[in-house]
């Protein structure tokens, strides 16, 4: 399992750092905050196989949209001029954090 | 349920989630190579404050240049207002002034009167050195003084008693007359057959010509005072 997933990491990132996509500045701070949304999903996805409660479309949709919402959100939050971004980023760190610690937990008791 | 599923899954996450990451590093690393996101608004608020400046300097450059330019033509102007005021001052005997010209010396008879002789006949008198000054003035003098009186336009030459007035100074004879010109028209202006210096010479009067390369006359030392007289300015003038 986590075998696959850094695996997995590993080659996204190459083929990333390979394809000659780059984003716009402009559009950096809401693909950052899509990102930390779909890090949080992926941790959570991670805690919850561990927990043996895994649904891959819950997953995966929540990967998505999570992204997507994080990101609309904080494009919302400039528009309007506050920076919803910031509760996207709290929201997502806590959770990732919360995350994080569970799964250590499980990775300490299984080991 | 750690199913071959829930696997592909979490992989096919985790390489989207791969790309991502890396498109952003690479982005991220372009805004740090060129410029941080902050820092864009301060910099383009403050090109916007440089080019409002650099806009207000240019506008003062090109009134300054305006006023340059007006300052030049209004320094032509003065100086050319300061040669006329100069050359009316000459004109009018307020400055001094040095130049060739005659020094003409009238000095009553010495002669000894005889018995039934008018003695008023050897005596220098006003109307003497008026009718001169005209001669000196019909013969081209720029400037002229009578005992070290300079004459200006509102100069009288009257008699007054045993004296004569020159600017309501009192002069006394030797009278010398100083006048700048050019010393050969002026000599020979006075000097014309049956001229008033002649006629004088004639009565007994002792005259002196004597004609100087560098002759100095002072100026008007009284006061020019307008309480009557107004200048009218033509309104093409004026303009």
């Not at chain 2, 096919?12 to 690479?26: H, N, T, Y």
Request: charged content about 20%.
């Amino acid at each position: 399992m986590w075998l696959v997933v850094i695996f997995c990491l590993l080659i996204g990132l190459f083929i990333g750092f390979q394809i000659p996509v780059s984003f716009p500045v402009l559009y950096a701070k809401y693909m950052s905050i899509a990102i930390l949304a779909a890090l949080d999903s992926v941790f959570g996805g991670i805690r919850a196989y561990m927990e043996d409660g895994f649904d891959s479309t819950i997953f995966a949709t929540g990967f998505v949209v999570n992204a997507l919402l994080a990101a609309g959100l904080a494009y919302l939050g400039d528009s309007l001029g506050v920076d919803l971004y910031l509760a996207a980023v709290l929201v997502f760190g806590v959770r990732l954090f919360q995350n994080l610690a569970i799964i250590r937990r499980y990775l300490m008791k299984k080991y | 349920m750690r199913s071959r599923n829930a696997q592909i899954t979490i992989a096919i996450v985790c390489l989207i989630l791969g790309v991502m990451l890396a498109i952003q590093f690479k982005t991220q690393k372009t805004i740090n190579e060129s410029l941080k996101t902050g820092r864009v608004e301060e910099l383009s608020q403050s090109l916007i404050e440089v080019t409002k400046q650099r806009d207000a300097l240019y506008e003062e450059v090109q009134e300054l240049r305006d006023k340059l330019q007006n300052i030049r033509q209004v320094d032509q102007a003065m100086a050319d207002l300061q040669d006329e005021i100069m050359k009316a001052n000459m004109a009018a005997g307020l400055v001094p002034v040095s130049g060739p010209g005659i020094i003409l010396t009238l000095n009553d008879s010495n002669r000894t009167l005889q018995s039934g002789e008018n003695p008023n006949y050897g005596i220098v008198h006003d109307y003497d050195i008026l009718t001169l000054v005209n001669e000196l003035r019909a013969s081209g003098a720029e400037a002229i003084a009578v005992n070290g009186e300079r004459l200006t336009a509102v100069s009288e030459i009257r008699c007054a008693g045993t004296l004569i007035l020159v600017n309501w100074v009192r002069i006394a004879p030797p009278y010398e007359i100083k006048a700048i010109g050019d010393p050969e028209m002026l000599a020979s202006g006075l000097n014309l057959r049956g001229g008033h210096l002649e006629t004088i010479k004639i009565l007994g009067v002792q005259t002196n010509l004597q004609k100087v390369d560098k002759l100095e006359l002072p100026a008007f030392s009284g006061a020019m005072k307008f309480t009557h007289a107004q200048p009218v300015i033509l309104k093409n003038e004026a303009e």
